[in-house]
């Protein structure tokens, strides 16, 4: 059997929720009115600065080499490092992918569901180049793991061939466009 609520019940309800908030307004000095108004202006501030470290973090980057430069796309989020480059058909020599990790380590790649083979390069937290493989498209369910030799901050996929026509050896630095994006949570 549902309750019933007389209109009489629910008025007094109504009307005891406005004074606790008039109470409130009172205790400061303020009309009912700029009491909320404060309120709803202290929220969307408290809001705005919770997540301005996403407002910041752009789709592309330019990264560059000595006289090389590329245009990657950007990799910060979990979701968008594990997505990566797969499914993709076709690629820019000029263009790649940057994975950012909040800090150095052994971060493996494996190309499933990849269609392109890439050259995948390490670089640590200063930038520099710590290593370079090839690696191959795999449809399978068994696709290998592509290790680095050392710790990394930094992953860039190109398409294979990029590394030996344009790119160093390990220990050449990259420099970013725009650092500061990279300030993850």
């Known amino acids: 059997m549902a309750a019933k609520i007389r209109l009489k ?7 005891k929720n406005k004074k606790l908030l008039y109470d409130g307004a009172n205790k400061m000095n303020m009309s009912y009115k700029q009491y ?8 969307i ?28 796309e950007l990799a910060v989020t979990p979701a968008q490092r594990e997505q990566g480059l797969m499914f993709r058909n076709a690629r820019n020599k000029s263009q790649g ?20 083979p890439l050259d995948m390069i390490w670089l640590d937290d200063k930038k520099r180049i710590v290593d370079i493989q090839e690696a191959m498209p795999c449809i399978s369910q068994q696709c290998p793991v592509y290790h680095p030799k050392n710790e990394a901050q930094y992953v ?14 390990q220990g050449s630095q990259f420099s970013f466009a725009r650092d500061y994006f990279f300030t993850l949570r």
């Open 45 to 72: 501030v408290a809001s705005v600065i919770g997540t301005t470290h996403l407002l910041y973090i752009p789709k592309t980057l330019q990264v560059c080499q000595e006289t090389a430069c590329f245009n990657v």
């Open 156 to 169: 860039l996929e190109f398409p294979q061939g990029t590394a030996k026509k344009g790119l160093r050896k």
């Open 36 to 43: 909320i108004f404060w309120s709803s202006i202290f929220v």
């Open 9 to 15: 019940d629910f008025i007094e309800i109504k009307i």
């Open 97 to 116: 992918m940057l994975f950012v990790f909040p800090k150095r380590g052994f971060y493996d790649f494996w190309m499933k569901n990849t269609k392109l």
